[in-house]
C-alpha cells in the first residue's frame, strides 16, 4: 500500500510538472501580447512587430500561428476603435493602397504557405530583416511633406504592406511611414491606417480561413490574447505615457532591432 501511495504521490508530481511546463509557453505569450499591444497604444504602431519579432526570437510556437493570431488582435483592436469613432471615411487617397494591398496580401499569403511547409527558417530569416528594416525606418524622425503623395507613392506602400498582411499579419511600417509624411492632421492619419489595417485584417482572414490555415493553434492563442489586448488599452488609454514619446519609440525600436537580430543569427545558424 505504501509503495502504491509512493507511486501514486510520483505520477502527480509529474502530472503537476507537465502542467506547469505546458502553461509557461502561454504565459510567455500573453506577456509578450501585453508589451506588444502598450507599445502599439503609447506609439501607434508596432503591435504585430514586437509580437512577432519576439516570438520568433524566442522560438515560442510556430510563426505562422503567431501570424494568424496577430490578424484577429489586429481586426479586433481596429473594430473597437471604428465602434467609438464611427462613421469614419477611408482618407481618398488610401485606395490606391487598398486596391494594391489586396495583392500583396494574396502574394504574401501564398508566400507564407510556401516557406511554412519547405522552408521555415527561411520564413524566420526574412521576418527577421523585415523587423530590422521596419525599425530603422520607424525611428528616422520625418517631417511632413508640403503637398500629398502622388497615388503611385500609395500604391507602392499598399502593396508592401499587403505582402507584409499577408506573411506575418504585420502590415503597418509602409504605410505609417508614407501616411505620417502627409500634410494631414494626425487625428485623421491615425483613423484612416486603423481602417485600412481592418480592410488589411479581414482580407487576410478571408484567404487564410477557407484555404484551410488557420489552425486550432491559432484559434486558441487568439482566444487567449484577446482579453489581455482589451484590458492593456483600457488601462493604457486613461493613462499619460511613462515617459516622452521620443523616448518611447526609441526604446520600442531597439527592442525590435534586438529581436529581429536574434532571430537573423539564429535563422542563419540553423540554415548553415
Known amino acids: 500500500a505504501a509503495a502504491a501511495r509512493a507511486d501514486g504521490a510520483g505520477h502527480a508530481t509529474v502530472a503537476c510538472a507537465t502542467i506547469r511546463a505546458g502553461m509557461w509557453p502561454h504565459l510567455v505569450f500573453l506577456l509578450f501580447v501585453a508589451l506588444g499591444v502598450y507599445a502599439q497604444n503609447v506609439t501607434g504602431f508596432a503591435l504585430a512587430l514586437i509580437l512577432l519579432g519576439l516570438i520568433g ?13 496577430v490578424t484577429v488582435m489586429v481586426l479586433a483592436t481596429a473594430c473597437a476603435f471604428l465602434y467609438r469613432r464611427w462613421p469614419l471615411r477611408l482618407e481618398r487617397s488610401l485606395w490606391p493602397a487598398v486596391g494594391a494591398s489586396v495583392v ?22 526574412l521576418l527577421g530583416l523585415c523587423i530590422v528594416a521596419c525599425a530603422l525606418v520607424l525611428w528616422r524622425a520625418a517631417e511632413p511633406w508640403d503637398a500629398m503623395s502622388p497615388p503611385r507613392s500609395f500604391a507602392l506602400a499598399g502593396g508592401i504592406s499587403g505582402v507584409l498582411s499577408g506573411m506575418f499579419g504585420a502590415p503597418g511600417p509602409p504605410m505609417v511611414y508614407l501616411m505620417y509624411r502627409q500634410p494631414l492632421d494626425p487625428a485623421r492619419i491615425q483613423a484612416s491606417l486603423i481602417l485600412f489595417f481592418g480592410i488589411g485584417g479581414l482580407l487576410r482572414l478571408a484567404i487564410v480561413v477557407p484555404a484551410g490555415q488557420f489552425s486550432l493553434r491559432a484559434v486558441a492563442l487568439s482566444a487567449e490574447a484577446l482579453p489581455v489586448v482589451f484590458l492593456v488599452t483600457a488601462l493604457a488609454a486613461g493613462r499619460p505615457p511613462p515617459m516622452p514619446p521620443k523616448v518611447l519609440k526609441a526604446i520600442v525600436c531597439v527592442l525590435l532591432l534586438a529581436s529581429g537580430a536574434e532571430m537573423i543569427g539564429a535563422a542563419v545558424a540553423a540554415i548553415g
Request: aromatic letters at 6%.
Open 104 to 125: 500583396g496580401a494574396i502574394a504574401g499569403t501564398l508566400l507564407l504557405m510556401w516557406l511554412a511547409d519547405a522552408a521555415y527558417e527561411v520564413l524566420r530569416l
Open 57 to 69: 526570437a524566442t522560438d515560442l510556437m510556430p510563426l505562422t500561428d503567431a501570424a494568424n493570431a
